[in-house]
């Protein structure tokens, strides 16, 4: 396996090798690729992570949205061209 780190250790790649990774995965992983990246921008912004806080106390709070309501926003927002 190349690359293959050693227990414990991580094996320094170039750019060139992450985005030649990066190619090769399905749009599905792709999008959580930039998901992560968007994250990582954002990580360091107070306000960021002000709505992350707000978002988690909202869901132990018991705020949570349902699947079907899910549905209902992704169709609407699908009809609206978002």
Known sequence: MQNAPALGRLVPVSLAEIQEQIAGLTAE???????????????????????????AADMDAGKKTTLDELERRHHRLSADGQ
């Open 29 to 55: 992983e792709r999008l959580e690729v930039a998901a992560l990246i968007a994250h990582l921008d954002r990580a360091g912004d107070a306000a960021y992570q002000a709505e992350l806080d707000r978002r």
